[in-house]
Nanobody
């Protein structure tokens, strides 16, 4: 069974940085895209960043220039480097892996930006 497990969340002050990690229980070569989503209280889940097997990453306008998504095939992991964090970045962040016929989600991890 495919599992995606996030780590690296927590509490950070505005302007700070966090690095989220998502470890896959299987080789990520089979995933066409790996993505990070987030869901803030009272809001719908939104796409934050996505990275395909080949090609360039794409970002939500709200995080462009601040967040960077990357994937490491040797470790079966995808990362989200978050810099210059803002209060509005507070949310539960979810890792997503999309294969040809299936889609998988992590359990989510809390990121709280607060002074």
């Amino acid at each position: 069974q495919v599992q995606l497990v996030e780590s690296g969340g927590g509490l950070v002050q505005p302007g700070g940085s966090l690095r989220l990690s998502c470890a896959a229980s299987v080789s990520m070569i089979g995933f066409k895209t790996m993505s990070w989503y987030r869901q803030a209280p009272g809001k719908e889940r939104e796409l934050v960043a996505t990275i395909p097997t080949t090609g360039t990453a794409n970002y939500a306008d709200s995080v462009k220039g601040r967040f960077t998504i990357s994937r490491d095939y040797t470790k079966n992991a995808v990362y989200l480097q978050m810099n210059a964090l803002k209060l509005e970045d507070t949310a539960v962040y979810y890792c997503n892996g999309r294969a040809q016929f299936d889609e998988y989600w992590g359990q989510g991890i809390q990121v709280t930006v607060s002074s």
